[in-house]
């Protein structure tokens, strides 16, 4: 584009053809090139051609505007002179013109072919030569030259001439047809017919430039400094290793590498996982010490140097002294103790052999997790545990695949690091507990675990190399094993702790609760103790449960109150705790013995239960009433308890003749069934025999046995069928002073799980039908 100035003494006619223009306001001075393609465009240049070469440029409102009329034009313009014409082969036109002065549309003559237009033109007011009018053309010179020293592209040819020029109005346009305005601002410029208002506006539009190239110029440093800093901080790390190495100093990265390379030499590792380690060991070599992968593949090695393949503890293989903690630890347990020694003894023998995988199944408070660490304690090992209670990701058995952000070993490798040894006693709380969504089936991930047969080899997602468990001791604990899987039951030796009888808690107590207690609260050996009658009270009166926690609550609450006493100072002598005295530390009992069984009965029988918490005494209550041969069950029963309610009734009406009872009687009463504590929900089969015994009593009017309680699942055909639990059963029995036992004759094997003390304080009979039950169970009519 160049710039020259226009003919002043032009002469121009009172109309000439409209040539609208659609991207760029034509200034005086300037010559351009136009593409002409619209017809009346082309045929407006013709005529001009035709004619003395003039023609009227005016910029159309809206650029995408195909066939403008008269309201899409701007009124003011510049008259131009066509200076060459060139046809192209496609029909348009292109054009060289040059603006000779500015005019104004004063009216459309003709519309067809092309637009001609009336044209007046314009004149600029004349301004004195003043010295605000030089400031203001030097100010925009220099605003000029900073806009191109800030990368404006403007050509050398126009800086010339605006440097000479010295009419503003000329200045103001020429700077303003060169600096890239959009439309509607060139037009706004155009239309100013004062030269120095024109030259302010210009100048106005100078600084906004200057405002927009200092900002990209800025943005475009910044980037460059970023890349900069980079490429500069890695040429600087290379010339620190240089120097190092030239002063013999080591690369922390390969001294990093050294490190790791010593670790994994001592680490022994089988030789597929050295082979991996060594693989990893290599890509770390290669990778910048700043990237975020490097920290990763660093980690991943911490973890392969870190876990114990070849360390292990010695068992010990004394088995007196195994003993000796076992008892030392815990009361009673005696199944348990001797499966422990069982292990030890064939170790001592066989020094390969696989470590056992036990579960602990009983109430709470009995000593499960406790046992674990005493098995520890007895073998000399490392002792794990970890709460399945809950977990319900596969991932947390498993671990992580190493592309996660954040991946991690599962729980199993990470108790194995935190054992230092592959052969610790791992335990796995709460094995009963683990749920299941969509992360997984934890459980599932535990198969492999517990199997002796694969845990050789296990495979975490993250070490992703085979890792063998065979070493390691496995305890699982659980408190009932209904929800256990299977598949996971089978891979388990089951080892049942039942609760415990008021003599074993005593012992307990005074063996290790109340030294525990004593020490926890401050005191001293000779400032408490507890009478056996007192202990007793707590254990019958203050406690109804198959473990011992809540016991060991009550003790620590009688040492804190007497710690207060002795910390105020009003109390100097030692504390000794009567049965008397525990209703004044702890208030009233809580637990009451029954007294519904004070004498003989008709329609209530005994029931024996077996809950999570342990063994529990069930009363059932039977009413007869006159009504239609209804049964009503009440007492927050499950559908097993009610079908076993049905089927007593049953039993009843087939056998009523022989029971002596009229059958005419099931058409003309109703029976309503209820077990109290309708509150807390009941269910199996093993209240069938008590639900028939009161049944029959309350039919017959033959009452039932007071000191008599019962368990056993009954048949149509009056057959007794075996029930679980039967110490637990017991216990209960013994807890509520019940003198006989009535069970299933199928259960006499489990006999040999009840101590021998327990046994001589109750009376148990096997029943094998109905009828032997009711001859125990039901006594004469007086």
């Excluded at 991943?300 to 876990?307: A, F, G, I, T």
């Excluded at 069982?342 to 052999?353: D, H, I, P, S």
């Excluded at 794990?384 to 991946?407: F, K």
């Amino acid at each position: 584009m160049n710039n020259t100035l226009p003919n002043q003494d032009l002469t121009i006619p009172e109309s000439l053809p409209l040539l609208p223009v659609r991207d760029v306001v034509v200034f005086p001075y300037m010559i351009l090139p136009l593409f002409v393609g619209r017809e009346k465009s082309v045929a407006a240049v013709e005529a001009a051609l035709a004619g003395d070469r003039l023609i009227m440029l005016a910029a159309q409102k809206e650029f995408g505007e195909e066939e403008p009329g008269v309201d899409d034009i701007y009124t003011v313009g510049t008259v131009a002179m066509i200076m060459r014409m060139l046809k192209m082969p496609d029909g348009r036109v292109k054009i060289l013109v040059q603006g000779l002065a500015k005019a104004q549309l004063t009216g459309f003559v003709t519309a067809d072919p092309y637009f001609r237009v009336g044209v007046e033109r314009l004149h600029e007011p004349p301004i004195d030569p003043a010295l605000e009018v030089e400031a203001l053309m030097r100010t925009v010179r220099n605003q000029l030259g900073q806009a191109v020293s800030l990368g404006k592209a403007i050509s050398p040819e126009v800086l010339v001439v605006v440097e000479n020029m010295e009419d503003a109005g000329s200045l103001a346009d020429v700077i303003a047809s060169n600096i890239g305005l959009k439309v509607a601002e060139a037009q706004e410029v155009i239309e100013i017919l004062d030269p120095l208002e024109r030259l302010r506006r210009v100048k106005d539009l100078l600084a906004r430039e200057l405002e927009l190239l200092a900002m990209q110029a800025d943005i475009q440093t910044q980037a460059k400094e970023e890349m900069g800093k980079s490429q500069r901080e890695y040429f600087l790390r290379e010339q620190l290793r240089a120097i190092q190495s030239e002063l013999g100093d080591a690369d922390p990265r390969a001294q990093d590498v050294a490190e790791l390379r010593e670790k994994l030499e001592k680490a022994g590792l089988p030789k597929e996982a050295r082979e991996e380690a060594d693989k990893q060991l290599r890509r770390l070599e290669t990778m910048h010490a700043e990237s975020a992968e490097y920290s990763m593949q660093r980690t991943y090695l911490d973890w392969l140097v870190d876990l114990p393949w070849k360390k292990s503890t010695r068992d010990n293989l004394n088995l007196a002294k195994a003993h000796e903690v076992l008892e030392e630890d815990h009361y009673n347990l005696e199944k348990i103790k001797e499966r422990i020694l069982e292990f030890l003894a064939v170790r001592k023998l066989k020094k390969e052999m696989k470590g056992p995988i036990l579960c602990f199944v009983g109430p709470p408070g009995v000593g499960k997790t406790s046992l674990g660490k005493s098995i520890a304690r007895a073998l000399g090992r490392k002792f794990v545990r970890i709460s399945l209670g809950g977990m319900r990701d596969e991932a947390e058995i498993r671990g992580h695949r190493r592309t996660y952000v954040g991946a991690l070993p599962g729980r199993i490798i990470q108790g194995l690091k935190q054992a230092g040894t592959n052969n610790p006693v791992f335990m796995l709380d709460e094995i009963d507990k683990l749920g299941m969504d969509f992360r997984g089936d934890p459980s599932s991930a535990l198969l492999e675990v517990l199997d002796p047969e694969q845990n050789h080899a296990f495979s975490d997602h993250y070490i992703n190399l085979a890792f063998d468990l065979s070493n390691v001791m496995f305890i699982a604990t659980a408190n009932i094993m209904d929800p256990v899987p299977s598949a996971l039951k089978d891979r388990m030796e089951v080892i049942r702790l039942s609760g415990y009888t008021a003599e074993e808690k005593l012992h307990i107590a005074e063996r290790y609760l109340i030294p525990r207690q004593r020490e926890a609260n401050g005191l001293k050996e000779g400032q408490i103790r507890f009478s056996a009658n007192a202990l007793l009270r707590l254990i019958t009166e203050y406690t109804a449960e198959a473990g011992l926690r809540n016991l060991e609550r009550e003790i620590g609450s009688i040492c804190r109150k007497v710690a207060r006493r002795f910390a105020e100072g009003r109390q100097k002598k030692a504390v000794t705790v009567t049965e008397t005295a525990v209703a004044r530390y702890l208030g009233p009992p809580r637990f009451l013995p029954e007294e519904e069984r004070a004498e003989h009965e008709v329609g209530v029988a005994t029931g024996l239960a077996w809950t999570e918490v342990g063994g529990d005494v069930l009363y059932v209550e039977v009413n007869t009433m006159k009504g239609k041969g209804g049964l009503t069950l009440t007492g927050h029963l499950g559908d097993v308890m009610k079908e076993s309610a049905q089927a007593a009734l049953s039993f009843a009406r087939a056998r009523a003749e022989e029971l002596g009872i009229d059958p005419a009687f099931f058409e003309t009463h109703d029976i309503h069934v209820h077990v109290p504590a309708g509150a807390i929900p009941k269910d199996g089969p093993s209240a069938g025999v008590t639900m028939a015994t009161a049944l029959i009593s309350a039919l017959t009017k033959r009452p039932v046995s007071k000191d008599v309680a019962m368990t056993g699942e009954l048949t149509l055909r009056g057959k007794v069928l075996p029930i679980g639990g039967l110490k637990e059963k017991v216990l209960a029995a013994v807890r509520h002073h019940v003198g006989t036992v009535l069970m299933p004759w199928r259960n006499e094997k489990d006999l040999e799980d009840i101590p021998a003390h327990l046994r001589k304080k109750v009376k148990l009979i096997s029943v094998r039908t109905m009828d032997d039950v009711l001859k125990a169970a039901l006594v004469e009519k007086p």
